[in-house]
């Protein structure tokens, strides 16, 4: 358990610290009330522009309009293809089993706990082999850019019905 215990706290820390560097954009709306929600009792929904087996809870703010906290979850086998953003995103990965590639990085594997922070314009995708939560940070209105091998943009059409195949990936028996 004291494993489990230290994964949970180093989680914990880690969200505390992405809420104190991303609280200042996301006060502004701020109501003055306590907030208090479980993953068990949010309603995710579909995003518009992700494929669907990924849905998200807003926490904090609006994605639509502008700084958002949300819980991103993507389900067993989803992937998001090649894209970026135009805000920045921070992502701590809360549970589940996945990557996220970066190009001109180094792939992040998805492990409770891990963190990364993605500059606007950085072009990356996801793949969640167990399903996935993720607690994101965005510092604008929430948009998705789909790219093509080569970096040149994409329609969210064209993206979404290429193969989502990725390099190791094993067909079930």
Partial sequence: MTGRSNRIQAVLIM??????????PAQAKDT????????????????PGLPSCATAATLRGDPRSGPAWVLLKLASGCRVPWHWH???ED???ISGQGT??????KP?????????????????????????LLFDIADGAFDIHYVDASGEEISA????????????TKKKK
């Fill in 15 to 24: 969200l505390g610290a992405a809420a104190v560097a991303a609280s200042a």
């Fill in 32 to 47: 003055g009330q306590m907030i208090a929600m479980t993953p068990q009792t949010m309603k995710f929904t579909a995003v």
């Fill in 86 to 88: 135009t805000p920045n």
């Fill in 91 to 93: 992502l701590v990965v």
């Fill in 100 to 105: 996220l590639e970066m190009k001109d990085g």
């Fill in 108 to 132: 992040l594997p998805f492990v409770p706990g891990a963190y990364t922070s993605l500059p606007s314009h950085h072009v990356h995708r996801a793949s969640c082999t167990r399903t996935c």
């Fill in 157 to 168: 059409d064209q993206a979404l019905k290429q193969p989502a195949k990725s390099k190791g």
